[in-house]
């Protein structure tokens, strides 16, 4: 992706957030304003996945085996180490910043690319971080829990954070031939090998008696243990059970 086009991206998503922040407060009598909205984008995303995801995720389980779709998870978070590299310098964790930068050298060239994770057999544990995450741990607060198409649940925090990552990822300045081609491929192969490797817990979510609400609460508690701060449930709601937490 172009430098140029890159900024354009973070400028739309970022302007976007701002203006959807300021049009909705996440109070305790109104802890999801964007309800319904939010149930027919996942009700659009749950009828896309079923009709062309899914089924892409089970074939693709059926035409390889463990091993290939190790190596092919390797390789798609190898490439986001240098992002989550910039991040953990920008949350000011030095340690794990070269503890990141560390993975990336020796996956990308004793790894094969990142095919292969000796890195981890070193003791050097992969870490995530994201432009979101460091917004949180800079004390922006999260917004409106939001509903996507295409992209599922997120909040105006995300979204925004997702333009950063975009202009932060030093992986996307550099221009090649059919780089863009290159990079949708890339893309496209990491996300229905992250959805084969999520099908039980698609099924597990669907088994809930309401997944919406059930997805939304795990999407909150899940991104504020990766920022390190408490999750509070909305207007009093009682703690997630066993099973809504066991997928």
């Given at each position: 992706m172009k430098p140029v086009r890159v900024r354009l991206i973070c400028a739309a998503i970022a302007g976007s957030a701002l203006l959807m922040t300021g049009c909705a407060t996440v109070t305790v009598e109104n802890p999801d304003p964007y309800e319904d909205f939010n149930r027919q984008m996942f009700a659009f995303n749950e009828a896309l996945d079923q009709a062309v995801l899914?089924?892409?995720?089970?074939?693709?389980?059926?035409?390889?085996?463990?091993?290939?779709?190790?190596?092919?998870?390797?390789?798609?978070?190898?490439?986001?180490?240098?992002?989550?590299?910039?991040?953990?310098?920008?949350?000011?964790?030095?340690?794990?910043?070269?503890?990141?930068?560390?993975?990336?050298?020796?996956?990308?060239?004793?790894?094969?690319?990142?095919v292969?994770?000796?890195?981890?057999?070193f003791g050097m544990q992969r870490t995530t971080e994201d432009f979101g995450q460091t917004l949180g741990v800079w004390g922006v607060e999260s917004g409106p829990f939001i509903v996507l198409p295409f992209l599922g649940p997120t909040n105006t925090r995300d979204i925004i954070g997702r333009g950063g990552d975009a202009a932060l990822n030093p992986l996307n300045y550099p221009e090649f031939?059919?780089?863009?081609?290159?990079?949708?491929?890339?893309?496209?192969?990491?996300?229905?090998?992250?959805r084969e490797d999520g099908i039980e817990a698609f099924d597990e979510l669907r088994a809930q008696v309401d997944p919406y609400t059930t997805l939304r609460r795990l999407y909150g508690r899940t991104r504020a243990a990766d920022i390190g701060i408490p999750y509070n449930e909305p207007n009093g709601a009682p703690e997630l059970t066993d099973d809504e937490l066991d997928f």
């Amino acid at each position: 992706m172009k430098p140029v086009r890159v900024r354009l991206i973070c400028a739309a998503i970022a302007g976007s957030a701002l203006l959807m922040t300021g049009c909705a407060t996440v109070t305790v009598e109104n802890p999801d304003p964007y309800e319904d909205f939010n149930r027919q984008m996942f009700a659009f995303n749950e009828a896309l996945d079923q009709a062309v995801l899914e089924p892409l995720a089970d074939g693709y389980r059926t035409v390889t085996n463990e091993p290939v779709r190790e190596g092919v998870g390797n390789f798609t978070k190898n490439l986001g180490e240098p992002l989550t590299f910039v991040n953990h310098l920008l949350q000011g964790k030095l340690p794990d910043a070269g503890a990141t930068l560390g993975r990336f050298v020796v996956n990308t060239t004793i790894g094969g690319a990142g095919v292969f994770d000796p890195a981890s057999t070193f003791g050097m544990q992969r870490t995530t971080e994201d432009f979101g995450q460091t917004l949180g741990v800079w004390g922006v607060e999260s917004g409106p829990f939001i509903v996507l198409p295409f992209l599922g649940p997120t909040n105006t925090r995300d979204i925004i954070g997702r333009g950063g990552d975009a202009a932060l990822n030093p992986l996307n300045y550099p221009e090649f031939e059919n780089d863009d081609a290159i990079r949708l491929g890339i893309l496209a192969l990491g996300g229905i090998n992250a959805r084969e490797d999520g099908i039980e817990a698609f099924d597990e979510l669907r088994a809930q008696v309401d997944p919406y609400t059930t997805l939304r609460r795990l999407y909150g508690r899940t991104r504020a243990a990766d920022i390190g701060i408490p999750y509070n449930e909305p207007n009093g709601a009682p703690e997630l059970t066993d099973d809504e937490l066991d997928f």
